[in-house]
């Protein structure tokens, strides 16, 4: 499928707001990707298909968790505004035959991280909250930082506070910045 296809397919799914973000994202994704040295093409199709499922009914998600075998823990039960990420990553596999299996975790992953990303990974959750509409706190001094390699290492610093100051949870595991603790994700940055 092309970009083209990709945009009309999410664009049915999902309103305004969340087209546009989608876009941003993998507009994001690709220049990271660039800057980093991973597959632009990846990078894009992961970055445009990382919220397919978010303006889903609830119930719906859960059926196609269902569907594609996935159980929930308890504490993912407890969060359904995280259950884009999991349904997202089967919807792709299931309707869009979509197997490249570092995009479908960039997918499922983009909202928590998790212990030992991908580069791939690490730049969608990176693109998700650096994309050109966000405006939380600090936005613009993580975009900054998102583009630096620090002493000629690639390297994203992506703080927890930052998480916090976008997606609210303070130490709650059922909460996106309570899952990245949860998730053993080093909490001072990810590096690339």
């Not at 823990?73 to 299996?101: C, E, F, M, R």
């Not at 992506?158 to 916090?164: E, I, M, R, T």
Request: charged content about 25%; overall charge positive; aromatic content about 6%.
């Amino acid at each position: 499928m092309s970009e083209r296809d990709y945009k009309q397919i999410i664009r049915g799914l999902m309103g305004d707001y969340r087209y546009t973000h989608s876009c941003n994202v993998a507009q994001e994704a690709v220049a990271l990707a660039e800057l980093y040295g991973c597959d632009i093409k990846k990078a894009y199709l992961a970055g445009i298909l990382h919220d397919i499922t978010k303006e889903i009914p609830h119930e719906e998600q859960l059926q196609i968790m269902k569907d594609g075998g996935i159980i929930l823990d308890s504490v993912q039960q407890n969060a359904p505004k995280l259950w884009h990420s999991v349904s997202g990553s089967v919807y792709v596999q299931t309707h869009l035959g979509i197997g490249d299996s570092d995009v479908i975790n960039a997918i499922r992953y983009h909202t928590t991280g998790r212990k030992g990303m991908s580069l791939l990974e690490k730049i969608i959750y990176t693109a998700d909250y650096t994309s050109a509409e966000r405006s939380y706190p600090g936005a613009d001094i993580m975009r900054e930082k998102s583009r630096q390699k620090p002493g000629g290492r690639h390297a994203v610093q992506l703080s927890v506070h930052a998480a916090k100051a976008l997606r609210t949870g303070g130490g709650d595991p059922s909460r996106p910045a309570g899952l990245l603790q949860r998730n053993r994700i080093e909490p001072e940055r990810i590096n690339i």
